[in-house]
Structures are given as C-alpha cells and as structure tokens.
C-alpha cells in the first residue's frame, strides 16, 4: 500500500473545468500554455490550474449567465406589448423615489440580490436613500462583514458617530461611513498612505482577495515603512493594518458590488413603475421551480394582482398582462404542449380575430401542429374554460364507439378543412351540398374539486386556479404558528412549540433492524412540503393518519434528537384532521364592530347569513369605540353559527366587520 502512496504522492487526483472561465491572450494560447480538449465539447482546455495561467501572463476572466437579465428582456417585451413604451434601462433616474421606496419597505421579493429575509430585515432598518447604500449592502450582506451591518445603518442615521484613524482617511471612507467595505478603498489608501504604486495596490487588492497570507506578510512592510516616511503615527498604522488584515477574509471589490447594486436597481425600479409586467417575467422565467414560483405567486398577490390560468384567447407562449393588469398563464407552459403549436394558435388569433367556440379553433388552427396531446394537456389546464359550454371533463368523455370529445373535435376540424378545401377547387366554389355536423359532448359531471385540481397540477406544475387547503383557511389561519417552509430551518425553531397544516402527498411504513414499526408522511402547504419521521409509540398512535390525500393540523416540539443531540427533530404531539379542527377546537366567533358602522343594511346582513348557517358555535360581539377606548363585550343567548366558507366570506367582505375565532 505504501509503495502505491509514494507513486501516486503528488499526481493530479482529477481535472476540472471551470463553469464560466474564459481565458483571454494577445495571440494563440499554445505560444504560452499547454492546452488539451475538453470532454464532450470542441472548446480547449488550460493543463494549468486557473491560479497558474494568471503567472505567465494570461487574463482570466469569468462570463456569468444571469436569470435575472432574462427576467429583464422579458419584462422589457411585456412593457413595449401591454403599454406601448420603450425603457431604456442606461438612463434610469438613479435618485427615483419610488424605487427607493420598494427597497425601504423590504419589497425585495424577485430583486436580483435583495430577496433574503435577513436582507429585506437590514433594508428596512437601513431606509436606503442613495445609490451608494445599495452598493453597500451587496458588498457587507455576506459571511464576516454582515457583523458592520448595524453599525453601518447607525451611522447613516447619525445613531453613532462616524470617527477616521487619521483625518486624510475620510474621503475614501465618507460614501461607506468610516468602515471600510471594498477593495478599491484600501488600493486608494495604500496610495496615500504609504505611497503604493498602482501596481503594488493592485497586488495588496489580489493578496486579500485570494487570502495569500504571504504576499500579505510582504506588503506590511512596504506598507509600514511608507507610511513612516509620510509622517504617520506606527500606532494607528499597525491598527489600520490590523484592520485590514480581518478585511482581508471578506474581501469585496466596489466595481463588482457596482455592478450588482444597478442590475438590482433595474429590477426594483421595473417593479416599482411596472409592477405587473415585471412579476410577470419573474414568473415566466421560474415556472419549473414549485418553490420559487408559490412565493413569486404570493407576492404578485400581496400586490394587488391575479394570476389567472391559460385561456386560448388571452395567452402568449409565457405569462403576460391582459387588459386588466392582471397576469395571464403563458401556454407555453403547460407541460406537454409544444412552443410551435402555441406559436400557431396565437398566430392565427392574431390575425383573425379572438375564438369564438371550441369548434371555431379546431376549424382554424392547424391540427398536425396543435395535435391530441396538446389539446388535451390545454383542456386539463383550463386553456379552454373560456368556452363556457363545456367542462374540463367533458372533453375527456366518450361517445357510444369509445371515442373522446376531443378526438371527435379533431376530426371534425379536419373535415372542415378538407371541405373548405375541396369546395375551392370547384368550378362554382360550392360546399358540395352538405354541412358537416358539429359533434356533441357527452353529458357527465365534472371532475371533483380535488380530482381536477391535481390533472391541472399534472400539466401546470402547480396548484393554479385555486389550492386543495383554500377550504380549510380558517383553521389554517387560526390555529398553525409557522409554515413548511418554515421548518427548513429547525434551528430558528429550537426547543419551541410548533403548529403546522397541510395536505399528505406521501406516506412510508416499514419495520426496522429491531423488530419495532417505523414511517414517515410528506405534509404540503402553499409554502413548501416537510417529511415527519416516526418511531416506535408514536408511530402506532399517529400511523392512522399516514393516507394520502388526508388534510391534518399537526402539533409538535422541535428538540434535539435521541441518541444525536447535534441533530434537531420535529417531535409530533397531537394530529387533528382539518375537516373536525371547527367542531373540536373552535368554540366561538367574536365579532369586532364599531357602534358608528351599524347600520340596517348591516344588521339585516347579519341575521340572513347566521339563519342560514345555523349551527354550535357561540356566537359573541364586542362593539368597541377607540377613540374613548371604551368596549363592550355582549353574546347571542339565542343565535349559535356554523363556521364554513359562506359565513367567512360574509364576515371578510362585509365593511365595518372584525372578528376573531376562540
């Protein structure tokens, strides 16, 4: 063994190219390294290590490919297509309001580099103002000098006093207030200071942007002797350079921070003025990201937009805004349809005019494009619901032969065509006496709630035109403390109680080693999905509940686990199923009004709905003046309620009406 370990001591383990690498010569690059051909591609290859190129002279530099610019482009188009106006993004206004506002208020969500919590938490207490302060947070938001966060937002707000080691120090260090932040600061001070030639800058700059500890070394005293001979005191030249040896470990340059801060202020300023058309782009271009896109979906919510499914008649390839400001499914997105055949079906609504029915689209579109398998992936989409003389599930029935709606659609438009077709090449152009008949759908019922949700979530990626948990909302919003997505980081929620709901997607069972019974379920919310793990007891107890398509309430403890207590564990106390947690845990419903908002309309409003949904629950009223802060609590001896969709619904949309579950 040890003979082979002194054989291969030293050798290259294995190779490796780098994602975005471009190295760069003033003539053919076999003059000044050696260079192999990479795998699967024609492109050549360094032999060196990228460290090494640089030393004999060549430019390395890295080409990035970003989403966010396609975000971008994307946008651009829906502005120019939806408004009629051309952004030149060279010459925005770099002191706009509004867009600094977006930043004030952590509205980051789809800001290229300002979408973290963390970040959105530092925005709002930092009110950036200025371009500069963008710069600032990209370069400091980032292991080691996130700590100078708080002080750098103290002292943009005068909270602390701004102090310079040595007076010369503050025109460097005014625009970051006093901390040094980039690289480009510390090339500017080595000058001053200690008289650094561009180059020697340069070469500080690559020193602590590589953590060459000693070349670092090597600069002290170059810096150390200068700076004695300009006059400065040792003392505060050895702190500067104490400080800039720990700056060294985080590092950043100015010209890259740059670089960010004004594609991040292209982004926020697009939503900021065209809110709209720039969610729509975000939307567009995460569509294959279930997470991504349930966020992106809640914050076009937030905003004040829908996101409406596909629909042949106001659909592009990718999601768009329609004339209502809303934001249309892309049909290019649905899985299964092919961009070609969208291409054509727009193309010919473009130039002649919206479709009126399904049969008017099958006599016009070209059906060896837009085949069977498309159509029935638009349908199951709901790309078809604006033909209101048809369910989805409909299209899927069968006549008396077996034969689908849609296969016999297709045949009809064909027909139609070769009539259309035939009755041209006559000498008189007629249809050669005959119509042919329109097929009929079968009558059946739609599909269930669920059933059509989950086929629209087959072929869209996502829960769209509404959400299997939107029945249980209340309980939702009464009773959970944090959501799946939550839970992706236990350690926030450490030694503390939990509530979470969702929809079980999966379930396992087994037996382990030792005999004894094990499983997990996969719980889903609008957030995210989390997989529950049980033993032993508990998974005896709970294991009733391990059926998919069950909603649940789940109460739990997050705690170190048995046995590994560097591990953190979701441990399960109580599962209710959602559709008893009203009956169960719900005995009462307060309403909050206002003794001036009464009114007839409203005391007739209220006694309809309750007689209509009469049931157990208490209900109770506190009438309440806020100005006096006076309230007084009262309670229905004779009137009980049942909590379902139509009463909340009521009590949401009705003016004047607070109430609170108990």
């Known amino acids: 063994t040890l003979k082979y370990a002194e054989v291969l001591e030293g050798s290259v383990r294995q190779t490796g190219i780098h994602a975005c690498g471009i190295i760069i010569g003033k003539d053919s690059l076999d003059n000044y390294i050696p260079l192999c051909t990479a795998k699967d591609t024609d492109l050549y290859s360094t032999q060196y290590e990228g460290s090494q190129v640089e030393s004999v002279g060549l430019l390395k530099m890295d080409f990035l490919g970003l989403k966010t610019l396609s975000i971008i482009k994307d946008c651009l188009e829906n502005i120019k297509r939806s408004r009629g106006i051309d952004i030149d993004l060279d010459n925005l206004p770099l002191d706009d309001k509004k867009t600094y506002e977006l930043f004030s208020n952590g509205e980051t969500t789809g800001i290229f580099q300002f979408e973290s919590a963390g970040m959105k938490r530092y925005l709002k207490e930092l009110k950036p103002n200025r371009f500069e302060d963008l710069i600032a947070m990209n370069a400091l938001y980032r292991p080691g000098p996130m700590e100078y966060i708080p002080q750098f937002i103290r002292r943009k707000h005068g909270q602390e006093k701004i102090e310079y080691l040595l007076p010369v120090m503050e025109k460097y260090l005014n625009d ?164 070609s055949a969208v291409l054509q079906l727009i193309q010919e609504r473009e130039q002649n005019g919206a479709y009126k029915s399904i049969y008017d689209l099958v006599e016009r579109v070209n059906l060896n494009s837009l085949n069977k398998k498309n159509l029935e992936a638009m349908a199951v989409a709901g790309a078809f619901d604006c033909f209101p003389e048809f369910t989805r599930a409909q299209y899927f029935s069968t006549d008396q032969k077996g034969i689908s709606f849609i296969e016999n659609l297709i045949r009809y438009g064909n027909n139609v065509k070769v009539m259309k077709s035939s009755s041209q090449q006559t000498l008189f152009g007629g249809s050669g006496g005959f119509d042919i008949i329109r097929p009929e759908a079968t009558p059946c019922p739609e599909w269930p709630k669920l059933e059509k949700l989950n086929r629209e979530k087959e072929v869209i990626g996502i829960y769209l035109s509404s959400h299997p948990l939107d029945d249980f909302r209340l309980e939702i919003n009464t009773f959970t403390t944090a959501t799946l997505a939550d839970l992706q980081n236990l350690s926030e929620w450490a030694d503390r109680d939990v509530v979470v709901a969702g929809m079980v997607t ?66 399960i106390k109580t599962i209710n199923l959602l559709s008893s947690v009203k009956d169960e845990l719900i005995k009462s419903v307060t309403l909050k009004i206002k003794p001036e908002d009464i009114n007839s309309e409203m005391i007739n409003g209220l006694l309809e709905i309750v007689r209509e949904n009469k049931g157990e629950t208490e209900l109770k009223f506190l009438f309440y003046d806020p100005d006096d802060k006076i309230s007084l609590p009262m309670f229905s001896r004779t009137l009980r309620v049942r909590l379902n969709n139509e009463l909340i619904a009521f009590l949401d949309d009705f003016p004047g009406i607070e109430y609170k579950v108990n």
């Open 176 to 339: 970051s207030y006093g901390i040094t932040v980039y690289q480009e600061q510390v090339m500017l001070l080595s000058q001053e200071l200690a008289g650094f030639t561009k180059g020697e800058a340069d070469n500080l700059r690559k020193a602590m942007g590589k953590k060459k500890k000693s070349i670092m070394d090597e600069m002290k005293v170059k810096f150390q002797e200068g700076c004695r001979k300009n006059g400065y005191d040792e003392e505060k030249v050895n702190k500067i350079w104490s400080d800039w040896e720990a700056f060294a470990q985080y590092a950043f340059n100015k010209s890259h921070s740059t670089c960010y801060a004004m594609v991040a202020f292209q982004t926020g300023y697009l939503k900021a003025h065209y809110p709209a058309e720039y969610m729509a782009a975000v939307l567009s271009r995460n569509i294959s990201d279930i997470k991504k896109i349930t966020t992106f979906m809640d914050e076009t919510r937030r905003m004040g937009m829908e996101v409406l499914g596909p629909d042949v008649n106001e659909s592009n390839v990718k999601f768009t805004v329609n004339r209502d400001g809303n934001i249309r499914f892309g049909l290019g997105a649905i899985k299964g349809v092919g961009e």
């Open 506 to 571: 999966d379930t396992r069972n087994g037996i382990g080693k030792n005999g004894k019974p094990y499983g997990s379920f996969t719980l889903q919310d609008y957030t995210d999905s989390f997989r529950f793990m049980m033993f032993d007891k508990e998974y005896v107890e709970f294991s009733k509940f391990f059926i998919t398509g069950y909603y649940l309430l789940v109460r739990g403890r997050v705690q170190k686990r048995k046995f590994r207590e560097d591990e953190l564990e979701f441990h």
